[in-house]
């Protein structure tokens, strides 16, 4: 799901070469309305083995009052930024971005819900069994130079956006993109890093 087709349009061509088209079922629009539609459908309940949340999070307790309903018995709903920069834990008068702290409440809501809900059981991945990174690109190849020392061996160190929008793959200077996307092409560099590193085994995700 997402609210701009055009950035799933210009990943087309690279999932298209790697012959996986056919698993998508791109929907376009914003999160909580087309999953209103799956459950009103009637025919997504329980079909999901794992669900991925990294939407608005003022919804974020709107969107699990749903996926339960979607995900598999024993299936992973994964929520991102339940910690939020570690302002659910931070005092109140905590000195913190202005955009970090209107999210606070809806997170910790959200937090809270998940402690007194008797249908799930409660994990957070730690640092050593499983890293995500989607932090500033331009410093991508940094992070795994020192994360690769942190991760524990046969763990997992995920990488967002490692296609980019299809850039890492485009011509390097008549393909039509975004200036953002063009100056974070950067981020390619860790997808050689990952590939040719020996301590490495290199795959992803579609």
Avoid at 25 to 31: H, I, K, S, V
Avoid at 64 to 85: A, E, F, S
Avoid at 118 to 124: D, F, H
């Amino acid at each position: 799901m997402d609210i701009n087709k055009e950035n799933y349009e210009l990943g087309l061509p690279v999932i298209e070469k790697a012959g996986v088209a056919h698993k998508i079922d791109f929907r376009e629009g914003p999160a909580l309305p087309v999953v209103d539609q799956m459950i009103e459908d009637g025919k997504y309940h329980g079909t999901f083995d794992f669900i991925f949340v990294d939407a608005d999070k003022d919804n974020y307790i709107n969107y699990h009052k749903r996926l339960i309903d979607l995900v598999k018995v024993g299936g992973v709903i994964g929520y991102d930024n339940t910690l939020w920069n570690g302002s659910v834990v931070a005092p109140p008068d905590a000195p913190m971005r202005k955009y970090v702290r209107y999210y606070t409440d809806f997170v910790l809501e959200l937090n809270k819900a998940l402690v007194a809900d008797p249908r799930i059981e409660i994990c957070m991945l730690p640092g050593a069994y499983f890293i995500f990174e989607d932090a500033d690109k331009d410093n991508y190849i940094n992070y795994h130079k020192r994360l690769i020392d942190l991760v524990k061996v046969g763990r997992v160190i995920g990488y967002d956006n490692t296609l980019w929008n299809g850039a890492v793959v485009a011509p390097p200077d008549d393909a039509p993109m975004r200036k953002y996307v063009r100056v974070w092409r950067i981020a390619a560099e860790v997808v050689e890093a990952e590939g040719n590193c020996a301590d490495t085994k290199f795959s992803r995700s579609v």
